[in-house]
DNA sequence: GTTTAGCACTCGAGGGGTAAGAGTGCTAAA
DNA sequence: TTTAGCACTCTTACCCCTCGAGTGCTAAAC
């Protein structure tokens, strides 16, 4: 059995019906979308064809059809327009990103609000990931007897988030050297990737002062360390519950709850396949408790470099058309806007 | 009509069972639970007695009683056990803080995921806000051709999150001449409330570099306004949705959309009544929008200075003595832990 | 061969009726 | 003041029925 034109419009009405209204779909309806050009009786046919090959399915014997994720595959794959987001949309999104913002958190923060707001779904962002960026510059600043705080300049911005312990009687005189050797030795090296020649040249200079060696060490190495499921910032929780879908409260709780946890949005965010975007559909997804739903994400690059993901949960059902062209705008403006921040 | 022992007994059972099982009471189950000294029939009269003091109320004529939240109030008031929370859930809770952890941030998350947790409701944490710790030092940093990190030390720790611009041909000599310069003037002065004096003689020292300036007072004002709702961290959302109370779709919609706002909270927990620990029980609370919950929320303190709100939101038949122990044992836990903490 | 009209059939949603059960309030006696 | 007894109320659950939407099949029309 082929998939003719006529019954590729049929699913295409039919997916278009049910993403709006969440009911089957019958044949009259479609017959009526277009314009009675076929019989009811005609498309009844077609759609029976249809439920054979798998692209749609019948929750019972007299109610209309339903699409399957089979056929939101091929829709997602071959039938998504070319349209635009409507000026007021891209107007929406840059507003969110027009007041200076300082810190990363903020930025992702305003990310997964803008997403969730706009697309009327769960929203998720996974903060960008610096193991390929260059050190530019090693600080040592006292702040207390004793206590030092390391701060690492980089490519793409600095930290500073970690104090080490340093002899009693080091003043700022004596800070200020090692932070010239540390600069002179890690600078121009990766965050990932600095060499073990390096690391020796420095524990050779640092000899005697062992803990304060590895406190330095632990801050560079704390930026390329994988980033955990608490870095993950979520939004539009409570949308889900619009979505007849989730009227279950049992499955809404399922779905809060594994949510919330962040595991099993972790193991799909850091799911690396290069694609600028991924849709995941339904029973397509290697995850129990995402079956049920559908998943979008898209990588956006700082630099072209690093790289964190953005991402939105709905029902199979999503506006997939809309969520993609929202991630993919977005992505761009992060790009944008991480461009040349400095950071905290 | 005057609150009898027996009165008082019988409406303490009422609110224990209901607390249990979200079912309203029987005059049969409570004469049970009494050991059957006094018959269903006395217990009816008192209930009836009770039900017209305004501490009880009828779902239908045919249905038991079920506490008011004024009956809350005089459970929570007077009737509160002394009992301790038991050793496994100290040692939960203790060891949720077990590892070292550097940045507030984090402490805040495992507060409320210790929170939730063991209380199984809704949790929420207000970090700490910092208006009258006292500055150490200040130090700028050169982070690149023309930008300078300002670092803030202080009693209760130090921050930099901000890059300010200066000259470009500032060199780290000159920075460091600033730094004294800024740390002389600073020194001793408490965030909240810098001398004008210091402000004027810092704008002398630094006249023509306005823009700098500006950004580093900015930057000294940022950790004393007020924090945003966006500080707020949350966890357990998904627990509420396990009481019968929410298992109407459209009521447990609402609540998670106050909840993931915060706006509600915010006000909340901003809402300083410098009370160890504060019960607000259903329409008691002046925010429409909780008046079907409680909120139980606890001041900690850090260095017996500044201070958060650690917070549950739950049903109004909550568990309240056991959450008044968790907060009160973990805002301790948090002063504890935040004592010593340098942060990033 | 494809399309269509016609029709019988299926199934779920929704409405009304009823029986069961829980709990009450009242009365009169202890 | 307490209690037994009883009539009354109201909800819940269940069943039954009807209605309507939608289907699949058949036979006729194109």
Redesign the interface.
């Known amino acids: 059995m082929e998939l003719s034109e006529r019954k590729l419009r049929i699913l295409h009405s039919i997916i278009d019906n049910y993403i709006n209204t969440a009911m089957p779909v019958g044949s009259k309806a479609i017959a009526a979308e277009l314009n009675m050009v076929f019989s009811s009786a005609t498309i009844r046919n077609d759609m029976n064809d249809l439920e054979q090959m798998g692209f749609l399915e019948q929750p019972h014997t007299s109610a209309g059809r339903v699409p399957s994720d089979r056929a939101y595959r091929l829709y997602v794959d071959n039938m998504l327009g070319e349209g635009e987001l409507s000026p007021d949309e891209i107007a929406f999104m840059d507003r969110y990103f027009k007041r200076r913002i ?2 990363t958190e ?1 930025v992702m ?1 305003n990310a997964v609000n803008v997403i969730s707001s706009i697309t009327k779904y769960t929203a998720m962002v996974m903060p960008p990931q610096y193991s390929d960026v260059m050190i ?2 090693v ?1 040592l ?4 007897i004793g ?1 030092a ?1 390391v ?1 690492l ?1 980089t490519d793409v911005g ?6 080490i312990s340093v002899p009693d009687d080091a003043d ?1 005189e004596y800070l ?1 050297r090692l932070s010239n050797m540390l600069t002179r030795i890690f600078g121009g090296q990766t965050l990932g990737h600095f060499s073990d020649m390096a690391v020796d040249a420095v524990r050779k200079e640092m000899s005697g002062q062992r803990e304060a060696f590895n406190a330095i060490l632990d801050t560079i190495r704390k930026h390329t360390s994988p980033r955990g499921r ?1 870095d993950i910032v979520l ?4 949308n889900m ?2 979505y007849p879908e ?4 049992n499955k ?2 399922g779905f ?2 594994t949510i ?1 946890t962040k595991d099993v949005l972790y193991e799909m965010l850091s799911h690396n396949d290069n694609m600028e975007i991924s849709v995941v559909i339904g029973s397509e997804n290697p995850i129990d408790a995402m079956r049920d739903c559908s998943v979008v994400t898209a990588s956006y690059r700082v630099n072209g470099v690093e790289q964190g993901k953005i991402g939105v949960i709905g029902p199979t059902r999503m506006n997939y058309a809309k969520v993609i062209k929202v991630l993919d705008y977005l992505g761009k403006s992060l790009n944008e806007i991480m461009k040349d921040k ?3």
């Open positions: 300082g810190q903020q923060q530019r510059n600080q600043v006292s702040v207390g206590k705080l701060i300049v600095h930290w500073s988030d970690n104090v700022s200020f608490d939004s539009g929780l409570s519950l619009e989730y009227r279950d409260i809404a709780r809060l709850q919330e400095d950071d905290g």
